[in-house]
């Protein structure tokens, strides 16, 4: 008879709770190992904006995008970064050799569940790096594999194909309360009038569940801490224009140090020939991007966000809430996402239907024209303004009248919860994986802190 109803339970199917999971049952074929998931299986998982009936978010109770098997990423671009550079900050927990070749263990597995036809990028020898440097602009090391949306969806479905009979999934589920499960150690964790118990529990809730791990953080008294949050645009051009970066690095990750503040503006998530995408976080409508691997989906155009990083000091500490205040406002005008042309915005004039007609760049995204100037502080617009003509050194036309920016484009960054060398809270057997702990901002990094975790728990490194 067992004490417990699992050994290990994992809160969360994103790709920290898939690879936790998956390392798990490879260690150890007779480990019971329950996953909850707030959202639906992959096929199941249908965002009711279809362009037609419905054009804008509905504010589902669960959202399509954000949840179910896959997580966030399910209907990402897929671009796996194995760097230390960006990603999170896993590497000051475990290591920067270890951070790396878990990094690789993902890629291995993500290339055997499916992704091996796809192309493996490196900044290493570029002879942008040179480039850049002489206009003002560094750019990061990195290798990325990039699977493609299509492709990420294929290695998610063959993941679940090898999972779903050694673990028992608990889909549409969502974990309300996390409890201790008794004197003797373990947790139960409750959804509903139902609850299950378990030895050790891993927390791998994402970006969606950061409010209910506060709960968790406030209820099991761990501390946390939260000062930044980065805000922007997503920039659209003409592929063309990018195409001699995108066409060797595919993803480039740009620093930029501004003239006039010394702030640190930087591309993050490049989508060549992709799409502007929308992205609802609690309620709040954001913009993103992401591309297909298939060609017959590619479009004409390259899209990249452009971020400036806000760190708070004393009082305030609630730089999400700030993020939040600044997107809705974007939603107050907007209805939902604004886009303006370049032109428009350095000749201080909104963008209309008319104007963004006359422009010889196609959005890919259905936006409100307006004007961004009157949502982002005029800080960070000067600084987007500035890294955009900077680009333009390296990659001449990204400063064209005619560049969509979309905004705003917000990266909310978690709260880091204290957390040992094992990822392990002052809770014994309590873990906290991938974007839920603050540690990790990417697929690449959540994916290797569940890897990680897994062997933590198994006393396997
Ligand atoms: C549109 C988009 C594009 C992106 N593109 C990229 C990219 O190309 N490369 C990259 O590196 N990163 C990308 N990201 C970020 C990436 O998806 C995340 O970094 C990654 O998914 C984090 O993994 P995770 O497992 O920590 O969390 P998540 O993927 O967010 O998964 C967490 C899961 O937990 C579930 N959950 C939350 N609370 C509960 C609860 N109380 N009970 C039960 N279940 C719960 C959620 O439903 C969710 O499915 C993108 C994100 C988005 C939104």
Redo the contacts with the bound molecule.
């Keep these: 008879m067992h004490q417990f109803d699992y050994d290990i339970g994992i809160?969360?199917?994103?790709?920290?709770?898939i690879f936790s999971a998956y390392e798990l049952v490879k260690l150890d074929p007779s480990l019971r190992v329950a996953v909850?998931?707030?959202?639906a299986p992959l096929p199941e998982r249908h965002c009711p904006i279809d362009g037609v009936r419905v054009t804008s978010c509905v504010h589902c109770k669960?959202c399509a995008?954000?949840?179910?098997f896959g997580?966030?990423?399910a209907?990402?671009?897929?671009?796996?970064?194995i760097t230390n550079d960006f990603?999170g900050t896993l590497y000051e927990y475990i290591g920067e050799e270890e951070a790396l070749s878990l990094m690789r263990y993902v890629d291995d597995i993500n290339c055997s569940y499916g992704g091996s036809g796809t192309k493996l990028y490196s900044t290493a020898n570029s002879r942008f790096k040179k480039k850049c440097m002489q206009n003002k602009l560094q750019l990061l090391d990195a290798q990325v594999r990039h699977l493609g949306t299509d492709i990420n969806y294929i290695v998610l479905e063959n993941l679940y194909a090898e999972l779903r009979d050694k673990v028992t999934f608990f889909f549409r589920?969502?974990?309300d309360h996390l409890e201790e499960a008794g004197t003797d150690g373990g947790f139960r964790l409750i959804h509903g009038s139902d609850s299950h118990t378990c030895r050790n529990c891993i927390i791998?809730?994402?970006?969606?569940?950061s409010k209910?791990m506060e709960q968790v953080c406030q209820s099991f008294r761990i501390p946390t801490k939260s000062n930044r949050v980065d805000l922007g645009v997503r920039v659209e051009l003409p592929a063309a224009i990018f195409s001699d970066l995108t066409d060797e690095l595919y993803e480039s990750k740009i620093v930029y140090r501004t003239e006039k503040f010394e702030d640190r503006v930087r591309t993050f998530?490049m989508n060549p020939n992709g799409l502007v995408?929308t992205?609802n976080t609690n309620g709040i409508v954001t913009v993103?991007g992401?591309s297909y691997e298939d060609s017959a989906r590619k479009t004409d155009n390259t899209n990249f966000a452009l971020l400036v990083a806000k760190h708070f000091s004393e009082p305030f500490h609630d730089s999400n809430e700030y993020g939040e205040s600044i997107a809705r406002l974007s939603n107050m005008l907007g209805g939902g996402v604004i886009v303006q042309r370049f032109g428009d915005l350095e000749r201080g004039r909104r963008s209309n239907e008319k104007r963004l007609r006359e422009g010889t760049v196609r959005p890919t995204l259905h936006a409100t024209p307006g004007d961004l100037s009157l949502v982002l502080p005029k800080r960070i617009m000067d600084s987007i303004i500035e890294m955009i003509h900077a680009l333009d050194k390296i990659a001449p036309g990204t400063a064209n009248d005619d560049t969509l920016l979309y905004g705003v484009e917000v990266k909310f960054y978690n709260m880091e919860v204290a957390l040992n060398s094992r990822l392990e809270t002052s809770r014994p057997g309590l873990y906290v994986?991938?974007?839920?702990s603050g540690v990790?901002?990417?697929?690449?990094h959540?994916s290797a802190s569940g890897v990680y975790v897994a062997r933590q728990i198994m006393n396997v490194s």
């Design positions: 809160i969360g199917a994103g790709p920290g709770g909850f998931e707030s959202g669960s995008i954000m949840n179910g997580g966030a990423g209907f990402s671009d897929g671009k796996y970064n990603g589920t969502p974990i791998s809730v994402g970006r969606s569940g209910w998530c995408v992205e993103n992401h994986i991938g974007d839920g990790t901002h990417s697929l690449s959540a």
